[in-house]
């Protein structure tokens, strides 16, 4: 039991490139959640997966585009790298339990850094 | 979902009990308490939540005050392993609680 695995660990892009970051979990969560976490700040949502199917904008999307691709996976692509996409990003799932609370389980992240 | 406060650093000597406060003078009827916490450059964890009972688990304990303005988290024999970046995090119970927000946290310090 892997819990929330995220790949690559460590990526350099120069301005303009594009990638894809991967996250995959096996504890079959419902919800899957993409996080990014500049120097010395909390943790900022960037788009979610409520359900398999369905995504939504968090609180900054702008810049990304993600992809439920089945229960287990949840990528989240950059298109066109800028440099203040710099940042430690976090995928973490989670299923609400009948008492309608959510915990989350975070991955080990992906440090990405645009030249 | 309500804003919380919580101070930005704290010591703790190890083997004693570490008491983190967090003021969330706004939360509403249905929101719950989260605590999570971050050991440098890993994800965050999940340590415990709560609606307005005190609740304790194998990690920690969370006292919420009777008017729930307030909550403390317990780590009862803090170790240096507990050295982390600690969330308060207010969050309701229906539609809308997939959101956690994170604020900056308190870094705990715990010395020898």
């Known amino acids: 039991n892997a819990g929330v695995t995220q790949t690559p660990k460590f990526q350099v892009l120069k301005t303009g490139q594009s990638m894809t970051l991967q996250c995959a979990q096996d504890?079959?969560?419902?919800?899957m959640y993409w996080y990014r976490q500049d120097p010395g700040m909390g943790l900022r949502l960037i788009y979610y997966?409520?359900?398999?199917?369905?995504?939504d904008k968090g609180e900054v999307p702008n810049g990304y585009n993600v992809s439920r691709l089945n229960k287990r996976e949840f990528s989240l692509r950059l298109e066109s790298a800028a440099p203040s996409q710099t940042s430690v990003y976090f995928c973490?799932?989670?299923?609400?339990?009948?008492?309608?609370?959510?915990?989350?389980?975070f991955g080990p992240g992906t440090r990405l850094t645009v030249l | 979902d309500a804003k919380t406060t919580q101070p930005p650093s704290m010591d703790c000597a190890e083997g004693r009990a570490a008491n983190l406060p967090c003021n969330h003078s706004?939360?509403?009827?249905?929101?719950?308490v989260y605590w999570y916490r971050q050991i440098h450059s890993q994800g965050p964890q999940y340590i415990i939540h709560?609606?307005?009972n005190n609740e304790t688990n194998e990690m920690a304990s969370l006292i919420i005050t009777e008017d729930r303005k307030s909550s403390t988290l317990i780590l009862p024999h803090a170790t240096l392993r507990d050295t982390a970046v600690y969330y308060c995090?207010?969050?309701?119970?229906?539609?809308?609680?997939?959101?956690?927000?994170f604020g900056k946290g308190t870094l705990l310090t715990v010395n020898p």
């Open positions: 973490a799932s989670s299923s609400k339990r009948t008492s309608g609370t959510n915990e989350q389980f």
């Open positions: 504890m079959n969560h419902n919800s």
């Open positions: 997966s409520a359900s398999e199917g369905t995504t």
């Open positions: 706004t939360i509403s009827g249905n929101e719950y």
């Open positions: 709560g609606l307005k």
């Open positions: 995090i207010v969050s309701g119970s229906g539609g809308s609680n997939y959101k956690l927000t």
